[in-house]
């Protein structure tokens, strides 16, 4: 079993390669971070194509869901982006909080801090600032942020309660969080728990879905709901990697990926849009992904 800091190399070196490689190529494997697919040619990611404030520059396919889109972010917001890669959700944000909002991306690879910073340059935003970072001891002072985003990332990281705590920490009294992450059903095979690939693959770090919501519990969150569930299935020609046809049955049969979105807030005074107060209506008006109570659709 590797180390924490150990993981954080792996990472970080994966992510700093994966920063020049091609969006479509990121989509088709597990976060850039495998073999690429010849089945699919989408396996996590979601289409920010029609999000407002979206910027292909910015988008290297590596997210497992619509964080932003989910976030409630007001104008004049403070948003703060955990992994924020090549700007992508950043850049969504600022178009939700406005010339008078601020976005802060935090990221612990170089390379893609620099990808991102290009990036607002040649968007002259004077809003936006990214920020190099460990998201399991933020570089931001405390009640910061009205908003805490995050795409995919925190499965990656050896110490999540950890960053639940920082959230919690660095939120206001009337803020809130919204993040997608990919989380389990059952256990994974010790072949693809013990590689390197399929950690920064966004697999082998995820943990399961009710350890993960008590670790947002455990830190303090009030409110806590799931915005949207999809199942992530792995290709067969990348599992042949790592697992025997008889293994990757039993896999396929017993084992559940799931990329979340969840949201929760720290608590305090009332926020400004509380989740629980919105009509159907006033979130479909926001978001034409939501997903209606017992419409079978998550």
Same mark, same amino acid.
């Given at each position: 079993m590797k180390t924490p800091e150990e993981i954080k190399n792996i990472v970080?070196?994966?992510?700093? #390669?994966?920063?020049?490689?091609?969006?479509?190529?990121?989509?088709?494997?597990?976060?850039?971070?495998? %073999?690429?697919?010849?089945? /699919?040619?989408?396996?996590?990611?979601d289409d920010y194509s029609e999000v407002g404030g979206y910027n292909q520059d910015a988008d290297?396919?590596? $997210?497992?869901?619509?964080?932003?889109?989910?976030?409630?972010?007001?104008? $004049?917001?403070?948003?703060?982006?955990?992994?924020?890669?090549? $700007?992508? %959700?950043c850049f969504v944000a600022r178009h939700e909080t406005g010339e008078k909002g601020k976005v802060l991306g935090i990221d612990f690879t170089e390379k893609m801090i620099a990808k991102a910073r290009q990036n607002a340059e040649k968007l002259n935003f004077n809003n936006v600032e990214f920020r190099q970072g460990d998201i399991e001891d933020m570089p931001?002072?405390?009640?910061?942020?009205?908003?805490?985003?995050?795409?995919?990332?925190l499965n990656l990281v050896p110490d999540k309660e950890k960053v639940f705590k920082e959230i919690f920490r660095v939120l206001k009294?009337? $803020?809130?969080?919204?993040?997608? %992450?990919?989380?389990?059903?059952?256990?994974?095979? #010790? #072949? &693809?728990?013990q590689d390197a690939e399929m950690y920064a693959g966004c697999v082998s770090g995820a943990i399961k879905k009710e350890e993960y919501l008590h670790?947002?519990?455990?830190?303090?969150?009030?409110?806590?709901?799931?915005?949207?569930?999809?199942?992530?299935?792995?290709?067969?020609?990348? &599992?042949?990697?790592? &697992?025997? /046809? #008889?293994?990757?049955?039993?896999?396929n049969k017993s084992m559940g990926i799931y990329s979340i979105t969840v949201y929760g807030e720290k608590g305090g005074k009332k926020p400004k849009k509380n989740l629980a107060d919105l009509t159907v209506k006033d979130v479909r008006e926001k978001n034409s992904d939501y997903c209606e109570p017992g419409s079978g659709c998550c």
């Open positions: 970080r070196k994966k992510y700093s #390669e994966i920063a020049d490689k091609d969006q479509l190529l990121n989509a088709a494997s597990c976060c850039g971070a495998t %073999d690429v697919s010849q089945e /699919v040619y989408n396996i996590m990611t290297l396919g590596l $997210g497992c869901g619509l964080p932003t889109k989910f976030a409630l972010i007001q104008k $004049g917001d403070t948003v703060i982006d955990l992994g924020s890669g090549a $700007g992508n %959700d931001v002072s405390d009640n910061m942020a009205d908003v805490i985003v995050s795409n995919c990332v009294d009337t $803020g809130h969080f919204s993040i997608s %992450d990919i989380v389990l059903e059952g256990d994974l095979p #010790e #072949e &693809l728990k670790f947002i519990k455990k830190a303090g969150f009030k409110n806590i709901k799931i915005q949207k569930q999809k199942p992530i299935n792995i290709p067969k020609d990348i &599992l042949e990697k790592y &697992l025997s /046809v #008889e293994n990757i049955e039993t896999f």
